[in-house]
Nanobody, 123 residues
């Protein structure tokens, strides 16, 4: 069982930066691939970024590539999403999620989800 708690959301101006954190419980955190997803009002939840269980492999949605960076610290059971050059269209509730070993872009393939953290970007 893995429990996930996101933090770091808030209000930022367009062009600004935020760093989201996702703290995980459980002693097997290092065996889970982690993903960040987001959901805008009246939109489906979408993949943003993912990192493999070892951390050597990452994947990004085209819309955030070059602006967002996912990383993890297995000693702290935490995964991060550094978001730079934020745009109004990045505003959403951001969720972290966990699944065994390999990153996936598909929502149903993740076993555990956090409650989400709101990111608001003003233009």
């Amino acid at each position: 069982q893995v429990q996930l708690v996101e933090s770091g959301g808030g209000l930022v101006q367009a062009g600004g930066s935020l760093r989201l954190s996702c703290a995980a419980s459980g002693r097997t955190f290092s065996s889970y691939a982690m993903g960040w997803f987001r959901q805008r009002p009246e939109k489906e939840r979408e993949f943003v970024a993912g990192i493999s269980w070892i951390g050597g492999s990452t994947d990004y949605a085209d819309s955030v590539k070059g602006r967002f960076t996912i990383s993890r610290d297995n000693a702290k059971n935490t995964v991060y999403l550094q978001m730079n050059s934020l745009k109004p269209e990045d505003a959403a509730v951001y969720y972290c999620a966990a699944r065994r070993y390999v990153v996936s872009r598909r929502v149903p393939e993740y076993d555990y989800w956090g409650q989400g953290t709101q990111v608001t970007v003003s233009s």
